[in-house]
Nanobody
Framework: QVQLAESGGGSVQAGGSLKLSCQPS??????MGWYRQAPGKERELVST???????KYADSVKGRFTISRDYDRRTLYLQMNSLKSEDTAVYYC???????????WGQGTQVTVSS
């Protein structure tokens, strides 16, 4: 069983930046991603990155967010720039896609953007 530990969330004003980190408890090379869930809304895709470094972004974050992974530090990152109030949500790290969805999920980290 792999645990995913997210960090880096917090409160920031609109236009600001935050960098989220996700560190697995053991080395994994599978597809990983960031999802978010705002109050009263369903969890949605933010960005994913494959083992080969191929990336995908939700239209709402393209050009503002950048996903990356550091295999040496076994860490997944999400650099978030030009934050908007609508980016306010709990952000979750996910890893290793199986038929039913991602196999591993983190506990989530709160991001709050004030306008």
């Amino acid at each position: 069983q792999v645990q995913l530990a997210e960090s880096g969330g917090g409160s920031v004003q609109a236009g600001g930046s935050l960098k989220l980190s996700c560190q697995p408890s053991s080395f994994i090379s599978c597809k990983m991603g960031w999802y978010r869930q705002a109050p009263g809304k369903e969890r949605e895709l933010v960005s994913t990155i494959g083992a080969a470094g191929d990336t995908k972004y939700a239209d709402s974050v393209k050009g503002r967010f950048t996903i990356s992974r550091d295999y040496d530090r076994r860490t997944l990152y999400l650099q978030m720039n030009s934050l908007k109030s609508e980016d306010t949500a709990v952000y979750y790290c996910a890893a290793c896609m199986v038929a039913s969805g991602y196999k591993y999920w983190g506990q989530g980290t709160q991001v709050t953007v004030s306008s």
